[in-house]
Structures are given as C-alpha cells and as structure tokens.
C-alpha cells in the first residue's frame, strides 16, 4: 500500500472516530447530565408556586390566565400569582423541562402551556418528600402529646 493511501485511510478513521466520539460519547455525557439535573430537582424541593403551578398543569394543559386561576382554585385562595411572577416561573419550568409550551390550532395570542413527564416525575417525587414529612411531624406530635 503506497504512503498516500495510508495517510488517507488513516484520516478516514480519525474521522470516523471522531464522529463516533462526538455523535454517542457526546449523546450518553448530555443523557448523564439530563439525569442528574433531573436528580438535583429531586432533591431540591420546589417552592410553593412552583408546586401549585405543576399541580395545576397535572390534570390538562392550561394558558397563563388559566394556571392563575387554577392555582388559586387549588391552593384555597392563598396563592395568587402575578402575571410577571407565572410568565417568571414557567421560563424557569421551561428551561429545566419541567413544562412545555404547545403549538395551539388557532392563532391566538395564548400560550397554552402542560407538564412533562419530567416534570410530572418532579412533582409526584416532591409530594412524597412532603407526605413524609407529614407523617413524621403527626408521629413526634402525637408522641409529644402523650
């Protein structure tokens, strides 16, 4: 085989390595990363508007208006979101796949907005961290009662 035949061989595989690197090594370090930051929301408990902005969005897809008053629904009138506050809130849901934006049929202004399964998986993890809060405090309460 003659030297430039080599030398071209040899690129074709660099090449071929490198695309393999970039194209299957690069995909499993940023599924890694997405597991961990979707890890690192488990362990970190939402806030309050947070929580009641998910809850709302469990049941069905909502507009901005909507989640508002959804979440004042939920939450018995104690929380009540400023338009700024939600539009705040959902951007940071948005950007940690917690909460997507729809494409709507008509050509309305409304953003209509659901849950992920991230973020459905967020929200059932971060009712259990407080269902078991519940339960401990109603333990040492009861106990310190007697």
Do not use: W
Not at 33 to 46: G, H, I, T
Not at 66 to 75: A, D
Not at 82 to 106: F, I
């Amino acid at each position: 085989m003659d030297q430039k035949r080599s030398h071209k061989i040899c690129c074709n595989f660099q090449k071929m390595c490198y695309y393999i690197d970039v194209r299957y090594i690069g995909a499993l370090y940023i599924a890694k990363l997405y597991k961990r930051e979707v890890n690192e929301m488990k362990s970190n408990p939402l806030t309050e508007s947070t929580f009641y902005i998910l809850l709302a969005l469990a049941s069905e897809p909502l507009h901005g208006y909507g989640i508002i008053k959804k979440v004042e629904l939920l939450s018995e009138n104690t929380i009540i979101l400023a338009a700024g506050t939600l539009y705040g809130a959902l951007e940071n849901l948005k950007k940690s796949n917690l909460v997507d934006q729809m494409l709507t049929q008509d050509n309305s202004r409304r953003k209509v907005y659901q849950i992920t399964d991230t973020g459905l998986e967020v929200l059932s993890h971060d009712y259990l961290r407080m269902k078991k809060l519940c339960l401990i405090t109603e333990s040492v309460l009861k106990k310190g009662g007697k």
